[in-house]
Each structure stands twice: as C-alpha cells, then as structure tokens.
C-alpha cells in the first residue's frame, strides 16, 4: 500500500508497505493507534509512543506526535493507499 512514513527528526517520505497488521506494527515500534484525519485519510502511529517515551516526531494539526508515524488512505474500514492528490498536498 502506497503511504506517507515520517520518523522523528527526518521528512516525510512515500513509501510502499505490505497493508498487514504485522508490517504496520513494526513499522511503528509497537501497538498500532489510528487517528482519522478525513473520511480517506487517517495516520497511525505507536499506541504507547508516549509511554514509552518515544522521541517526538511533528506537531500536526494541533497534535504532537511521537516515534514514526503513517499517513494511510482509508475505504470503509480498511487501510488503503493514498491518492496520489492526498500524497502531493501531505509532502508540500
């Protein structure tokens, strides 16, 4: 699935990624949390990211987020990839 990968301290980058619970938690670091963004977008990041301590990531939208995160495409209930609209306005 095509997405958007942002690490702690590094840009925003696309990148390709299996769409199965096990690659998204270990591109995370741990136990996924998803936060809807708009009816077809959505990130996901580590549950525990504070917790754990995790090092903050980016304010986004009024958020400070920690560890890496993903920016996902959603249709209905699952995880899809983004369009390509959504890819060109989230890597501005």
Do not use: H
Not at 1 to 23: F, H
Not at 29 to 50: F, K, M, W
């Amino acid at each position: 699935m095509r997405v958007i990968y942002k690490a702690p301290g590094s840009r925003p980058e696309p990148r390709d990624i299996p769409n199965t619970l096990e690659e998204l938690q270990a591109t995370v670091g741990g136990y996924i949390e998803t936060v809807s963004l708009a009816t077809d977008v959505a990130i996901i990041c580590n549950e525990e990211g504070r917790l754990l301590g995790l090092e903050r990531n980016i304010r986004f939208l009024g958020v400070d987020w920690v560890g890496p995160i993903l920016i996902v495409g959603v249709d209905r209930e699952e995880f899809t990839d983004l369009t390509p609209e959504a890819m060109g306005v989230l890597l501005r």
